[in-house]
């Protein structure tokens, strides 16, 4: 049993040594993405934010609204519809 310890003892010890010794650690940096974040937009109805490419995109008045769903749409159609003029 002893000798076990005394092994894992010398092993930590080469291991914080050559990490000392070589300057460096072995990890690369964070890697940052070089692509362009997407534009987002926020869904009017339920509030959550998506991305043009995955959107459900309506048009009211010459704008454009971004949806997370049909659901979400259909009911900003109705919300319109209900609304007086």
């Known amino acids: 049993m002893r000798l076990l310890v005394w092994m894992l003892l010398i092993y930590i010890g080469y291991r ?3 990490t000392m010794v070589s300057g460096k650690d072995r990890r690369p940096d964070v ?3 070089k692509t362009e974040a997407e534009p987002t937009h926020r869904d009017p109805v339920c509030g959550v934010y ?3 490419r995955d959107a459900v995109v309506g048009r009211h008045d010459g ?3 971004y949806f ?3 659901a979400c ?3 900003f ?6 609304k007086p003029t």
């Open 50 to 52: 998506v991305s043009e």
């Open 68 to 70: 997370c769903s049909m």
């Open 73 to 75: 749409l259909e009911k």
């Open 77 to 82: 159609s109705e919300q319109l519809d209900h």
């Open 31 to 33: 890697v940052h993405d």
């Open 16 to 18: 914080i040594i050559k």
């Open 63 to 65: 704008q454009r609204h």
